[in-house]
């Protein structure tokens, strides 16, 4: 299937004086994998997934957006990962497991999770549905992981030990992985790929894996080396693990990972059927017309293999903790600023290479992806660094960050790439200049335009939008249209409803979903939240708290056709089908 993608991300039909594309008006939705329904206490790559995406298609979208899918570490949050590259474990479905023979029903009972019945024709595992309004990660830290383990020992012993192996009984390979339309998901009763199921065969499984490693073996190998170590040292952070390991480059780090090549290779395996539903998703995506959108973090954590195999990159001391770490200054939302604590690049290091590191980064991200949103872009033209263990963003400063030479390098090395640039906070010219001289759309969020705090709000009025440009009703980081609605000061909520020219809230989020269309931006992305109807119970995240964030999930039967129908109504009455 040919792309409908241009080498900039979008839809593309001409040209245009400004930016080289004309692009069409269309549609997504921004909704994280870990929100899909599902009875396994998390959305998975799994039946529900294919339904959001034929939702999509119905609904006439053009995109679905998604927060980074990579592993979770401190605070739940996808932005602070141990690997930048790998694939987060929960979202694996189990019943593609079950389907594939790597795990059973006893599986299934142990994990805490009641099965009614199995159909072992189809590769279904039908059990009872709860409704589950949030994700419980202690719950998913304490019992989804013996599950994996089990399948990773069977995928073990059919597959590299016994080299048996398995191909979908029409499988097409390409790249290394299995085609989405012959993929082996089973999604029987939606409307997804009919009764493909993965029938095991003694063919060539086991070559395929080793080249899936060999492929990644860049950051595979380090990864799963780092969490095998970090299961062993008791969960703590590699800066705290004993007898040497706290260095890479340590010869005990080497007869560690001589002596524990199951518990290594299980990080692999885990990897591998990450990566393998992955890409059946996506290509499934693809032949519904739907472009996935993901999202790279600007910075890393300081607990990640990222860190701890390349110290070289960071500013860190001799002891290889932060000098400085991430954060934003004081301002109106907060009067301390706020504190990521991630640890800073050492630029003048990156540039030495022509920042190797993120080109490869980038590369990565946009094989995976169909687009790419690089988050906090402004921290390339100058970033805040904070004192490391401060404790607040008081006493930061503004330091230089490497600006067009860091995406100049870029463009010499891959070309253009299909990037947004996430350039929301604290804008100055330079910043301004640096988005203008990328050629990258940046974002419009129609939230910030009505909240009197932010000395920016005119700029996020629809009436200063450009046609280059991604508007959002909000971000992960936003509330819900509704919650914002009944939070909102009564000043902030009258100027919107005067200025969308709204005479009531019965539909407060449709009428300001209306107005967002009706903009010149390209590219409109809508929260799922607004879609549903939902209010500040259903919000993704509250930046500088923990506890409550990353957690919504929306109900089985949401995205119903109803809506599929409204929606469909809406983009076709904007132009943006």
């Not at 939606?190 to 993965?198: A, E, V, W, Y």
């Not at 050492?346 to 094989?367: A, N, P």
Request: glycine share 8%.
């Amino acid at each position: 299937m040919k792309s409908k993608f241009n080498n900039n991300g979008f839809k593309s039909q001409g040209t245009d004086m400004e930016t080289n594309f004309e692009y069409k008006r269309s549609c997504g939705v921004l909704m994280h994998i870990s929100s899909l329904p599902s009875p396994y206490g998390i959305g998975t790559m799994g039946k529900e997934a294919y339904k959001f995406v034929d939702f999509l298609h119905d609904s006439g979208m053009s995109y679905w957006q998604l927060l980074p899918i990579c592993p979770t570490s401190y605070g739940d949050s996808p932005y602070q990962s141990y690997c930048i590259y790998a694939g987060n474990p929960y979202f694996i479905d189990l019943d593609l497991l079950y389907g594939m023979g790597l795990i059973c029903k006893k599986d299934f009972e142990q994990a805490g999770i009641n099965t009614d019945d199995i159909n072992a024709d189809c590769g279904n595992v039908s059990i009872a549905e709860p409704s589950y309004s949030y994700v419980d990660y202690g719950d998913l830290y304490k019992k989804r992981y013996a599950v994996l383990k089990k399948a990773a020992d069977t995928f073990f012993e059919k597959f590299i030990e016994n080299h048996s192996e398995f191909i979908e009984n029409r499988s097409e390979r390409k790249e290394g992985y299995l085609s989405s339309e012959k993929s082996g998901v089973n999604t029987a009763g939606s409307s997804g790929p009919q009764g493909t199921i993965l029938r095991f065969r003694h063919t060539d499984i086991t070559q395929d894996y080793k080249r899936f490693c060999a492929e990644n073996a860049i950051w595979l190998d380090s990864y799963s080396l780092f969490m095998a170590l970090k299961e062993y040292n008791g969960g703590e952070s590699w800066y705290s693990w004993k007898d040497g390991c706290s260095r890479y480059e340590s010869p005990r780090v080497s007869a560690f990972e001589m002596s524990n090549v199951k518990n290594i290779e299980f990080w692999k395996i885990t990897q591998y059927l990450f990566f393998f539903q992955w890409f059946a998703l996506k290509e499934y995506a693809e032949s519904r017309n739907i472009g996935i959108i993901g999202d790279l973090p600007i910075y890393v954590s300081i607990d990640s293999v990222d860190v701890w195999k390349n110290p070289e990159l960071f500013q860190l001391d001799e002891n290889r903790m932060p000098k400085e770490v991430s954060g934003c200054p004081p301002d109106n939302f907060s009067k301390e600023g706020q504190l990521w604590g991630n640890p800073l690049y050492d630029w003048e290091r990156m540039e030495r290479d022509d920042f190797k590191w993120w080109i490869r980064r980038i590369e990565y991200m946009c094989k995976i992806y169909d687009v790419l949103r690089i988050d906090h872009f402004r921290g390339f033209e100058s970033y805040y660094a904070i004192p490391y263990k401060t404790g607040d963003a008081l006493k930061g400063r503004w330091k230089q960050g490497p600006g067009m030479k860091i995406f100049n390098a870029l463009f010499k090395h891959s070309g253009r790439k299909r990037i947004i640039a996430e350039d929301l906070g604290f804008l100055t010219e330079g910043v301004k200049n640096l988005l203008k001289n990328s050629g990258f759309p940046g974002m419009k969020v129609i939230e910030i335009a009505f909240d009197s705090r932010d000395p920016a709000a005119k700029d996020y009025l629809p009436h200063n939008f450009i046609r280059n440009c991604v508007a959002y009703t909000g971000t992960h980081d936003n509330d819900t249209l509704l919650g914002w609605l009944s939070s909102a000061s009564e000043a902030d909520v009258n100027f919107a409803k005067a200025y969308l020219r709204i005479k009531d809230d019965s539909a407060f989020n449709w009428d300001v979903i209306a107005a967002l269309l009706a903009t010149v931006a390209s590219t409109c992305i809508i929260q799922a939240q607004d879609l549903l109807d939902l209010g500040s119970e259903a919000r993704m995240n509250t930046p500088s708290t923990v506890g409550k964030n990353w957690k919504w999930r929306a109900n089985k039967g949401d995205f119903n056709s109803r809506l599929a129908k409204k929606v469909k109504e809406m983009l076709t009455l904007y132009n943006r089908i």
